[in-house]
T-cell receptor, first 113, second 112 residues
Framework: GENVGLHLPTLSVQEGDNSIINCAYS??????FIWYKQESGKGPQFIID?????DKRQGQRVTVLLNKTVKHLSLQIAATQPGDSAVYFC????????????FGAGTRLAVHP | NAGVTQTPKFQVLKTGQSMTLQCAQD?????MYWYRQDPGMGLRLIYY???????DKGEVPNGYNVSRLNKREFSLRLESAAPSQTSVYFC???????????FGPGTRLTVL
């Protein structure tokens, strides 16, 4: 079955450093991946997405890389700021069955001044 | 443009009580979803509605029912609440099934 998981439950970085949050998935029939940011007491907020026909996509200070060979994707945040402190979820949409997002457990990013 | 709104924000129930969680979206989206989020876990899909007039089970539908009242509104009902249903519930919507989902702020439910 489908499975999406994050490598580390927590990640601590210094303000100004770059952050890399990793995610792995088990099903090759993937169509679409999304990264969400969830701040305490709020709903998940869309950050960036990538379709399976792409390897890389860039947004404002964020880049998502998709490596289909090893079934891995990562979220890179440049010049991490205190406001980036949150839990980050990767989610995958897999073909077959119904179109549902499978969420990983989340990585908590802590940014220290 | 409020996006996805949910009511109530917090609720405490006793075991066996019933309640309905309300969700509305103003983005003219076709598809709507209900998730639950438990500590240390990602979101799990309870039910979804691909379009107005249709509803389908997700990963964890037991103990819940849903109603797609119209294109804007999608409610989640607990007929007889159990402590295992203590969770944070999120509603989401997307333009079409399989598309980017936008989430509401959540309802924190405690069942005693």
């Amino acid at each position: 079955g489908e499975n999406v998981g994050l490598h580390l439950p927590t990640l601590s970085v210094q303000e100004g450093d770059n952050s890399i949050i990793n995610c792995a998935y088990s099903n090759s029939a993937s169509d679409y991946f999304i990264w969400y940011k969830q701040e305490s007491g709020k709903g998940p907020q869309f950050i960036i997405d990538i379709r399976s026909n792409m390897d890389k996509r860039q947004g404002q200070r964020v880049t998502v890389l998709l490596n289909k060979t090893v079934k891995h994707l990562s979220l890179q945040i440049a010049a991490t700021q205190p406001g980036d402190s949150a839990v980050y979820f990767c989610a995958g949409m897999f073909s077959g069955g119904y179109n549902k997002l499978i969420f990983g457990a989340g990585t908590r990013l802590a940014v220290h001044p | 443009n409020a996006g996805v709104t949910q009511t109530p924000k917090f609720q405490v129930l006793k075991t066996g009580q019933s309640m309905t969680l309300q969700c509305a979206q103003d983005m003219n989206h076709n598809s709507m979803y209900w998730y639950r989020q438990d500590p240390g876990m990602g979101l799990r899909l309870i039910y979804y509605s691909a379009s107005e007039g249709t509803t389908d089970k997700g990963e964890v539908p037991n103990g819940y029912n849903v109603s797609r009242l119209n294109k804007r509104e999608f409610s989640l009902r607990l007929e007889s609440a159990a402590p295992s249903q203590t969770s944070v519930y999120f509603c989401a919507s997307s333009e079409a099934i399989g598309g980017r989902q936008y989430f509401g702020p959540g309802t924190r439910l405690t069942v005693l």
